[in-house]
């Protein structure tokens, strides 16, 4: 499973922050953890584009899960995400860079 996360918004170039992990390079414990997380968050059905309410200086996730040959892409607004979904937001946002995707 490999997982791109970048999240823009907020106030400035600052704010910006993505990663780029390849799950079957962490150690077990964290690669369990994050197939759980995508699997809690029923990432491949969730849709393309989650709505949320317009919100001055909010952020905007955007998450792509590759896995066993598929490939999903959900962008949604902090005000979408709740239980799992952010859940996994949080995970990855422990893991991810200042800046755009490397």
Same mark, same amino acid.
């Given at each position: 499973?490999k997982i ?8 400035g ?10 799950v079957s390079a962490?150690p077990?414990?964290?690669?369990r *953890? @994050?197939?759980q997380?995508?699997a809690s968050a029923?990432?491949? $059905? /969730?849709?393309?584009? %989650?709505? &949320?309410q317009?919100? +001055?200086?909010?952020?905007?996730y ?9 490939s999903?892409?959900? *962008? @949604?607004?902090?005000?979408a995400l709740?239980g799992?979904?952010? $859940? /996994?937001?949080?995970? %990855?946002? &422990?893991?991810a860079? +200042?800046?755009?995707?490397?």
């Open positions: 499973m791109e996360f970048l999240r823009t918004g907020g106030q170039p600052i704010s910006r922050r993505s990663a780029s992990i390849d962490l077990d414990a964290e690669a *953890e @994050a197939e997380l995508v029923r990432f491949f $059905e /969730l849709p393309e584009k %989650l709505e &949320s317009p919100m +001055p200086d909010s952020f905007t955007q998450i792509t899960v590759e896995q066993d040959g598929d999903h892409t959900v *962008e @949604a607004g902090q005000s709740s799992p979904l952010h $859940e /996994l937001v949080n995970w %990855l946002m &422990s893991r860079q +200042p800046g755009p995707p490397r």
